[in-house]
């Protein structure tokens, strides 16, 4: 099944670190993604800017290399390629500086939506605001995306707020956490509230706990420096866990709109109670028989960061009072996969007496990869001979069940963040409070591990952590799942 595509309207996006790793990787292929799914239209424009003095030509080089080594060989076709690169424009601008800037005015049109992407690194995200402003080149309806991290604790989170304040209203500021643009982090709202059977047991008197994995197999991989001042808690939880956790603890809000969704997060992340030192575990990875170790990657032989956390988390508010979220997330981890497992309680009375195989009934939302759903219940094992319980798994690949034998058409985060902001829909976007409310709660825990000079666990690559880690649902009398493809 091919997606259903509504076009945007024209758009002038000016692609701020139009030459990095972010760009090259999945901003210009997800747009051209996009353009050949017929959705951005042949009279938009993306301008690419970064210091690097290049013409135009140069720069349609660079983006063919990238849709060349991001775009699947059947996603690719010659003529829609030209297509789109004629839509491609490069400017040279020091963001930090002054020059550049009226030719970048120049180019833009009047009567398209505007969008500046701020694809650079975050420092410079205040002074490229500032320039914005100061050359007149955003107009009232222009829309920013500033990527992540967005600030490094609650102070320069609220100083980059105000400087963004200070130019542009709320509904202009788009601050992207890809994992919300990922098919089934929407889905969770779906399956949740498209849905009676799930919503009646969402809540503490029927869930026991819930698990939120990310995993990955990968090290820092090059990026090194920024890992090693941020580490999985700033990088991970402060973020895309804390994201995923308020999608699966929010209230129903009144409607599928952003305010009424980012206001029933930001109640979810204000009800978080704060971490206890004995409730997280930190890890970082050892060297492996081929890959290095965190400390080799990070360039700090006596780093102290962490390649690894899980914590336990409590949620104080009437729906969730009692039931625990568990957390966990960790580079060079035994594979690369992301779920969420809803674990329901027992029912208040066996009718099969005791001894019999039950177990709970549990709800696993895959995130990636191999996205889909998953219900384990009970039924009785085929056959004569008594009442015998067995599990049996209610498996749905969202992949196989939309899209057939070719599988669903499913668009990438960024594409689809990236459509969100030219029709102005913020609703898969963080609004500042909430992102401030994030770090009011992490920057506490980080500042413990400081005082008490806290240092995290070595684990070895390819395993699932740290044992403490094991040790944290063990003494709660429950399991972490398994990590695997
Ligand atoms: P890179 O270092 O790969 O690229 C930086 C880009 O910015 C280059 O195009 C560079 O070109 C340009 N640039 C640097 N300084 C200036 C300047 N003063 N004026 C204008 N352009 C400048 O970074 P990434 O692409 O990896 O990251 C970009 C942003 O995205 C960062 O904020 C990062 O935190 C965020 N991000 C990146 C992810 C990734 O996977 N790469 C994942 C999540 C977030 P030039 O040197 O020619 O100026
Ligand atoms: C980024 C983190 O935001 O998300 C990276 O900075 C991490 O460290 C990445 O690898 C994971 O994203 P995904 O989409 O591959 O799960």
Redesign the pocket.
């Given at each position: 099944m091919v997606a259903r595509v509504i076009p945007v309207d024209p758009f002038d996006l000016v692609v701020?670190?139009?030459?990095?790793?972010?760009?090259r990787?999945?901003i210009l292929p997800g747009l051209y993604r996009r353009f050949s799914a017929g959705q951005m239209p042949r009279e938009s424009r993306i301008i690419g800017?970064?210091?690097?003095a290049m013409t135009r030509e140069d720069y349609r080089a660079v983006v063919a290399e990238a849709i060349g080594e991001f775009v699947a060989p059947e996603r690719r076709d010659g003529e829609v390629e030209r297509a789109f690169l004629d839509c491609i424009d490069y400017v040279a601008?020091?963001?930090?500086g002054d020059a550049g800037w009226s030719e970048l005015s120049a180019l833009m049109r009047e009567g398209v939506v505007r969008a500046f992407y701020?694809?650079?690194?975050?420092g410079?995200f205040g002074p490229l605001a500032d320039r914005l402003h100061a050359h007149a080149i955003a107009d009232t309806d222009a829309r920013v995306v500033v990527?992540?991290?967005f600030g490094n604790d609650l102070a320069s989170a609220r100083a980059l707020n105000a400087t963004l304040a200070a130019y542009f209203r709320e509904d202009q500021v788009y601050r992207i956490d890809?994992y919300l643009g990922k098919e089934t982090v929407q889905n969770l709202m779906a399956v949740r509230f498209a849905n009676i059977l799930f919503e009646p047991l969402w809540n503490a008197q029927f869930v026991d706990h819930v698990q939120i994995t990310v995993a990955e197999s990968v090290g820092v991989n090059g990026?090194g420096e920024?890992y090693d001042r941020a580490g999985a808690m700033r990088d991970m939880v402060q973020n895309h866990l804390m994201q995923l956790l308020c999608l699966i603890a929010m209230e129903p809000p009144f409607r599928f709109e952003p305010d009424a969704v980012r206001d029933e997060k930001l109640k979810v992340i204000r009800a978080l109670d704060p971490v206890r030192s004995d409730e997280i575990v930190r890890g970082q990875y050892r060297a492996g028989a081929t890959t290095p170790a965190y400390r080799e990657e990070a360039g700090d032989p006596d780093s102290l960061t962490e390649s690894y956390i899980a914590l336990k988390v409590h949620v104080s508010n009437w729906r969730w009072k009692g039931t625990p979220f568990y957390l966990r997330t960790g580079k060079r981890l035994r594979a690369r996969t992301s779920e969420i497992a809803v674990t329901f309680k027992e029912p208040p009375h066996s009718i099969f007496g005791e001894g019999e195989s039950w177990k709970e009934n549990v709800l696993v939302i895959r995130l990636q990869p191999n996205e889909g759903m998953n219900l384990r219940v009970m039924i009785k094992e085929p056959g004569p001979g008594g009442m015998r319980l067995k599990e049996v798994p209610l498996d749905m690949s969202f992949a196989e069940a939309l899209g057939g034998e070719g599988g669903a058409d499913i668009p990438d985060a960024y594409e689809r963040l990236i459509m969100d902001v030219i029709r102005g829909n913020q609703t898969l976007f963080m609004r500042g409070d909430e992102v401030e409310a994030a770090w009011a709660w992490t920057d506490p825990v980080i500042a413990g591990w400081e005082e008490r000079g806290d240092r995290p666990q070595p684990y070895d690559p390819g395993s699932s952590g740290p044992e403490d880690a094991l040790m944290l649902m063990h003494r709660d009398a429950r399991r972490w799942r398994e990590i695997r493809d």
């Amino acid at each position: 099944m091919v997606a259903r595509v509504i076009p945007v309207d024209p758009f002038d996006l000016v692609v701020f670190g139009g030459t990095g790793d972010l760009a090259r990787r999945k901003i210009l292929p997800g747009l051209y993604r996009r353009f050949s799914a017929g959705q951005m239209p042949r009279e938009s424009r993306i301008i690419g800017v970064a210091r690097k003095a290049m013409t135009r030509e140069d720069y349609r080089a660079v983006v063919a290399e990238a849709i060349g080594e991001f775009v699947a060989p059947e996603r690719r076709d010659g003529e829609v390629e030209r297509a789109f690169l004629d839509c491609i424009d490069y400017v040279a601008v020091d963001v930090g500086g002054d020059a550049g800037w009226s030719e970048l005015s120049a180019l833009m049109r009047e009567g398209v939506v505007r969008a500046f992407y701020f694809s650079v690194g975050p420092g410079l995200f205040g002074p490229l605001a500032d320039r914005l402003h100061a050359h007149a080149i955003a107009d009232t309806d222009a829309r920013v995306v500033v990527e992540k991290p967005f600030g490094n604790d609650l102070a320069s989170a609220r100083a980059l707020n105000a400087t963004l304040a200070a130019y542009f209203r709320e509904d202009q500021v788009y601050r992207i956490d890809h994992y919300l643009g990922k098919e089934t982090v929407q889905n969770l709202m779906a399956v949740r509230f498209a849905n009676i059977l799930f919503e009646p047991l969402w809540n503490a008197q029927f869930v026991d706990h819930v698990q939120i994995t990310v995993a990955e197999s990968v090290g820092v991989n090059g990026r090194g420096e920024y890992y090693d001042r941020a580490g999985a808690m700033r990088d991970m939880v402060q973020n895309h866990l804390m994201q995923l956790l308020c999608l699966i603890a929010m209230e129903p809000p009144f409607r599928f709109e952003p305010d009424a969704v980012r206001d029933e997060k930001l109640k979810v992340i204000r009800a978080l109670d704060p971490v206890r030192s004995d409730e997280i575990v930190r890890g970082q990875y050892r060297a492996g028989a081929t890959t290095p170790a965190y400390r080799e990657e990070a360039g700090d032989p006596d780093s102290l960061t962490e390649s690894y956390i899980a914590l336990k988390v409590h949620v104080s508010n009437w729906r969730w009072k009692g039931t625990p979220f568990y957390l966990r997330t960790g580079k060079r981890l035994r594979a690369r996969t992301s779920e969420i497992a809803v674990t329901f309680k027992e029912p208040p009375h066996s009718i099969f007496g005791e001894g019999e195989s039950w177990k709970e009934n549990v709800l696993v939302i895959r995130l990636q990869p191999n996205e889909g759903m998953n219900l384990r219940v009970m039924i009785k094992e085929p056959g004569p001979g008594g009442m015998r319980l067995k599990e049996v798994p209610l498996d749905m690949s969202f992949a196989e069940a939309l899209g057939g034998e070719g599988g669903a058409d499913i668009p990438d985060a960024y594409e689809r963040l990236i459509m969100d902001v030219i029709r102005g829909n913020q609703t898969l976007f963080m609004r500042g409070d909430e992102v401030e409310a994030a770090w009011a709660w992490t920057d506490p825990v980080i500042a413990g591990w400081e005082e008490r000079g806290d240092r995290p666990q070595p684990y070895d690559p390819g395993s699932s952590g740290p044992e403490d880690a094991l040790m944290l649902m063990h003494r709660d009398a429950r399991r972490w799942r398994e990590i695997r493809d």
